[in-house]
């Protein structure tokens, strides 16, 4: 069986993260910051289960499952935020929230 | 058996940590009986530790107690111990009894105050200090309770602080003191880099072996200590503090600034006695000192109004006494003088106070008169107080004390200052008396609102009885020889060189004392109760004026002190304030909020703004991982 060289997997996790950066850089509707931040986290599972696969071991799978269960946490606090959020400003743009400015 | 000494300081620091911690949350009863109780288990503990070492008589007549080695390094192993020996047993006993006995007065006088906890606090913490600064075997011990009671005395002076005056007269009493205390830091440094130790035995052991008498060394290091007893006694010239310091509640003016922290000089000079008899010009400063204190402070008590400034210059005209016998080397009278006017100035003072609370808070003694009727047991009690600083024959303890003092400068062969000790027993009794019949004779001049209740009265009785009886422990020779005092401290300190006199002099000076203590009272009598008529007379002359103005301000050492250093100070200050250095400061300060606008501009608020910081701070550290 052919296997994948490591550096497409690694190439592909990268790319998946910029565009997962990006996301969170210039969108300004909340609910997209979150689903980039996901793409991100995704990104950073897909490396490790590319290393798990290279070196053979289940630290890889162990890591992503971590990560997934994080994932998971973050949403839901996201989410509550992102509703109070809505309740409080009456949208979804992140800049509108910048009361804390120096 | 002699064990555990560290309960008697302990304790009254126990009280303090508790009430600092949580006092304003207990009640006031269980507050006042932690304070009293506190200092009332010291006092109970002390009885006992003394009566053990009177009765075991431990080998050298002294007891070290090490508690802990503070630190280790190269040879240098300071030890934190207590030392008791006759010395600091009279002294236990004297702060922890008339301590108890005031902290027990002040749970009925203080108890209309907000801060009662914050009174019991400061107070416990005060009888701690003093506890420590005479149990300590070490100058540095001795100088952390030194410097505790200083604080103390601070609090407590300042203990209303919404009021202005009160706050500048502790900021008065800290600072003057500072003067002294720094001196004395200064000869302690000295101490310890000559001699290379600073417990106090071995100071005064090596300190003897090495310094020839009348060496300079010895003379500075004399100088310094005599400097810092001289601030915390309140002696000539830095006296200025203790007059002021009435402002605060009178059972802090009847413990601190009467019976016990103003005897702390009188303490270090008596404990560091045999560095004082290597420096003879030091020796002859400290009987000077006294000398020219007890008269001076003796005039200004004569022209006060305030029931409580006549104290405050009477307690220094005694300490001076004490000094003068100090400087004559007569340890023991000095001591003996010391217990005997700690009774009765606490007494008092504390009379004062309970006739101070009843006519509406009022001090000036023009507006009371006639309390004898009103007030009959302050009165009494008062009255064998007054007796007693007056010296009355044979039933008051002021007569003993105050007698073997002058009887020993005057066998020790000193009769100028005899006749300044004699002009000041006349000057003393002309005061009191003074006092005493401005106060409680004559017409009554205002209403009385309260009569003092029982807790107030009890130790004013205790202390009227410790004040007639407390002389029975030394009688002189021609009265029957009594020396059960003398005896006991001189276990301690060396037996002053007296020249044998025969018995027929002593009592030839003992009827001029006694002559010149009823002259005293015979013209109190007849200036301040029959013929007042005759001061306003002296009063309205300018010559007379002028002299009453001038010992009512104290000798005009306030003014002097207020004009070249005070006032030169404070001009500097102002003229100093736009000068080159000003400016450094303030560019530094001009730079810094600057910088601060410049990254507060950063604040942005917009999280994305903050994504983009943290992707940068990303790369950057990862290009130094992958590139460095």
């Known amino acids: 069986m052919a296997t994948i060289p490591i550096h497409y997997g690694l190439l592909l996790a990268a790319l998946l993260f910029v565009v997962g950066l990006v996301g969170v850089l210039v969108r300004r509707n909340i609910l997209f910051i979150l689903m980039s931040i996901e793409i991100m986290l995704n990104a950073a599972g897909l490396a490790f289960v590319v290393g798990g696969a290279r070196w053979g071991r289940a630290d890889g799978q162990v890591m992503v499952i971590i990560i997934l269960t994080v994932a998971a946490a973050e949403v839901a606090v996201g989410l509550a935020l992102v509703l109070r959020f809505h309740g409080w400003f009456k949208s979804l743009d992140a800049d509108r929230a910048s009361e804390m400015r120096g | 058996m002699l064990m555990e000494l560290w309960v008697v300081p302990a304790l009254p620091l126990a009280g303090f940590c508790v009430l600092a911690l949580v006092g304003k949350r207990l009640s006031r009863w269980l507050v006042a009986g932690i304070g009293a109780g506190s200092v009332g288990l010291a006092m109970v503990g002390a009885i006992y530790f003394s009566h053990d070492f009177m009765a075991f008589e431990p080998t050298g007549h002294l007891y070290r107690e090490s508690l802990w080695t503070w630190l280790n390094v190269g040879g240098f192993s300071p030890d934190i111990g207590l030392y008791l020996d006759p010395l600091s047993v009279v002294m236990m006993l004297v702060v922890t009894i008339v301590g108890f006995l005031i902290h027990v007065y002040s749970i009925q006088y203080m108890a209309g105050d907000e801060a009662y906890s914050r009174f019991f606090a400061y107070m416990n913490l005060f009888v701690s200090s003093m506890l420590i600064l005479v149990l300590a075997d070490d100058l540095l011990i001795l100088y952390l309770g030194w410097e505790g009671v200083g604080l103390c ?115 270090l000079i008596a404990r560091m006695h045999d560095l004082f008899i290597i420096a003879p010009p030091v020796q002859t400063a400290v009987a000077v000192i006294g000398a020219a204190t007890l008269v001076l402070a003796g005039c200004s008590a004569m022209t006060q109004f305030d029931i409580k400034r006549v104290l405050a210059y009477s307690t220094i005209s005694q300490v001076g006494y004490m000094f003068l016998a100090l400087g004559v080397h007569a340890w023991s009278a000095a001591l003996f003088h010391f217990m005997t006017h700690a009774f009765f100035k606490s007494l008092l003072f504390m009379g004062a106070g309970a006739v101070i609370i009843s006519m509406h808070h009022e001090q000036n003694m023009f507006k009371m008169g006639g309390l004898r009727k009103q007030l009959p047991f302050t009165f009494w009690t008062f009255l064998i107080g007054a007796c007693s600083l007056a010296s009355l024959p044979l039933v008051t303890s002021g007569f003993y004390s105050k007698g073997l003092i002058l009887w020993s400068v005057w066998a020790t062969g000193h009769p100028v200052l005899w006749g300044a000790a004699l002009l000041g027993e006349f000057i003393t009794s002309v005061y009191t008396f003074r006092m005493v019949f401005l106060t409680f004779f004559g017409e009554p001049k205002g209403e009385v609102s309260a009569r003092p209740g029982p807790i107030i009265l009890g130790p004013l009785v205790i202390l009227a009885f410790f004040s007639t009886v407390a002389g029975c422990v030394h009688i002189p020779r021609p009265l029957g020889h009594f020396r059960l005092f003398a005896r006991l401290v001189e276990q301690a300190l060396p037996v002053p060189p007296m020249q044998p006199l025969p018995i027929a002099t002593e009592v030839v000076f003992q009827l001029l004392m006694q002559g010149s203590v009823l002259l005293g009272v015979a013209f109190a009598y007849v200036l301040f109760l029959r013929r007042n008529d005759l001061v306003a007379a002296w009063t309205a002359r300018p010559a007379g004026n002028a002299l009453h103005r001038f010992w009512f301000s104290g000798w005009g050492f306030d003014w002097v002190y207020t004009t070249l250093l005070a006032k030169p100070y404070v001009w500097f200050a102002h003229a100093s304030r736009d000068d080159a250095f000003e400016w450094i400061y303030r560019g530094i300060g001009a730079i810094n909020r600057g910088l601060h606008e410049q990254l507060s501009r950063t604040q942005t608020g917009l999280v994305r703004w903050y994504a983009v910081g943290i992707v940068i701070g990303a790369v950057l550290l990862l290009g130094l991982v992958v590139f460095l």
């Open chain 2, 153 to 267: 005395s601070y609090l407590l002076i300042g203990f209303w602080y919404q009021s202005a005056a009160n706050a500048r007269a502790a900021i008065k009493a800290f600072v003057v003191t500072r003067v002294g205390d720094t001196a004395m830091a200064i000869g302690l440094f000295l101490l310890f880099t000559q001699l290379g130790t600073l417990d106090i035995q071995e100071v005064l052991v090596r300190a003897v072996r090495q310094w020839p008498v009348g060496s300079a060394t010895a003379i500075a290091a004399a100088g310094l200590l005599l400097a810092g007893a001289v601030g915390k006694s309140a002696q000539l010239p830095l006296q200025v503090w203790l007059p002021d310091a009435m402002a605060g509640p009178t059972p802090v003016s009847a413990l601190i600034h009467a019976a016990t922290m103003v005897t702390a000089g009188v303490y």
